[in-house]
């Protein structure tokens, strides 16, 4: 089987969850069927690369659009395409049209579950709203990467036939994310190791929830560090809400608090989830969270909103706390505030407990290796390949 992945992220250009996703995917996927790999950006080893450049001027969702036309004449002659998230849908709807070869998709968000994304893509959004709704109505077969992800998709495009719905999970290297002794990334940003931390790490995004998460943390036990591993604000708005609201966190927690702003490579990420006491994953929409999957095969427990696919990685009073959340209820100030409230009591209650919390975080990686191994899930993958094309050739006219 020859497959073309359709995707913006690839290695080493990488910032989200999606392209974790691919990088991890691809090779072992290469071990099962043929793989090309469509990406944008700049050039780079493995994958034909292509910019966001065309139309000169143009709004970014628009030339994210023309990247997409970019890969669809590149593709080779493949017996699939498979693309993720909504940058690259548009390609891979064209593409299956272009080379007669069934679309799949993996969805690792859904644009009508993030409406804080207009103000990031202004009139944008109205076009990757379209991209992602017309490519999954005729795709032939949609991954989502858990049950509640499935759910959330035929919430968001009831048109859909449930049976071309599918969910392989998001998975995990344990032999990239482990428990590590080494501590000189931890060092450099001046944690001290002989006392808990808390650690967030994501991007600076409403998704994330890290605003809420520096609003809890004023009322973290006396000594309890913060350490925020926050980039790559989406919006100037954002970027300084978070800034307002750290200054106060400055003012109640003084060097306990500590904002690491730069991209930090992999093995720093590593190092500083193996010495946290807790990860705190406040995300306020999360189709499953790669990132809590990372901390817990560092063998640390997760304290984290009960949102999305959250639940079906974070075993709640095993490997990890949960706290409720309803996104419904986002503009109702004394709800958030409860919410943020009961955030903060759940990471004291572990942090007051260091034997409760190293025992949840071994549970952890030994979940992670039980249950999400990236083995299985490409094998599962290309399941669902094949589905797509038998459902692809049972269409009339095929």
């Not at 967030?200 to 004023?218: C, E, M, N, P, S």
């Not at 901390?295 to 696919?309: I, K, L």
Request: hydrophobic share 40%; aromatic share 8%; glycine share 8%.
């Amino acid at each position: 089987m020859r497959v073309s992945v359709l995707t913006r992220e690839y290695p080493p250009s990488i910032y989200g969850g999606a392209g974790v996703h691919v990088g991890q995917l691809v090779p072992r996927l290469a071990q099962l069927v043929d793989v090309d790999v469509q990406c944008m950006g700049d050039d780079r080893p493995g994958a034909t690369a292509h910019r966001e450049e065309y139309p000169p001027g143009a709004n970014n969702a628009l030339k994210v659009f023309g990247a997409d036309l970019s890969m669809v004449a590149s593709l080779p002659d493949v017996d699939v395409v498979h693309s993720h998230t909504w940058y690259a849908n548009l390609a891979g709807l064209l593409g299956g049209v272009y080379k007669s070869v069934p679309h799949v998709i993996t969805a690792h968000s859904l644009e009508p579950l993030r409406p804080w994304k207009r103000e990031q893509l202004g009139g944008g959004y109205e076009l990757s709203s379209w991209a992602e709704r017309t490519a999954y109505e005729q795709a032939d077969a949609i991954i989502g990467v858990s049950s509640a992800m499935r759910d959330d998709i035929l919430r968001c495009y009831p048109q859909l036939d449930p049976g071309k719905v599918h969910v392989v999970l998001n998975g995990i290297d344990t032999t990239e994310f482990y428990l590590d002794e080494a501590h000189d990334f931890c060092d450099r940003f001046g944690i001290d190791l002989d006392r808990p931390s808390v650690v967030f790490v994501g991007r600076i995004t409403r998704q994330k929830g890290l605003v809420h998460l520096v609003r809890a943390a004023t009322r973290l036990d006396e000594g309890t560090q913060v350490v925020l591993m926050a980039s790559s604000p989406d919006t100037e708005e954002i970027k300084q809400e978070f800034a307002t609201a750290f200054d106060r966190l400055k003012q109640v927690k003084g060097d306990d608090a500590i904002w690491v702003s730069e991209m930090t490579p992999r093995e720093g990420v590593r190092q500083v989830l193996s010495h946290a006491t807790v990860f705190a994953c406040p995300s306020i929409y999360e189709p499953l969270g790669i990132v809590n999957l990372e901390a817990m095969a560092a063998q640390t427990p997760v304290v984290a909103s009960a949102v999305g696919g959250i639940p079906e990685v974070v075993a709640d009073g095993k490997t990890g706390l949960l706290v409720g959340y309803d996104p419904a209820q986002a503009d109702d100030a004394d709800y958030v505030a409860r919410f943020e409230e009961e955030f903060a009591d759940r990471i004291n209650e572990l942090t007051r407990d260091p034997q409760r919390a190293a025992a949840m975080g071994r549970a952890g990686r030994q979940r992670c290796i039980d249950e999400f191994s990236w083995e299985k899930i490409a094998k599962q993958t290309v399941e669902v390949y094949e589905a797509a094309i038998a459902r692809y050739h049972d269409r009339p006219g095929h």
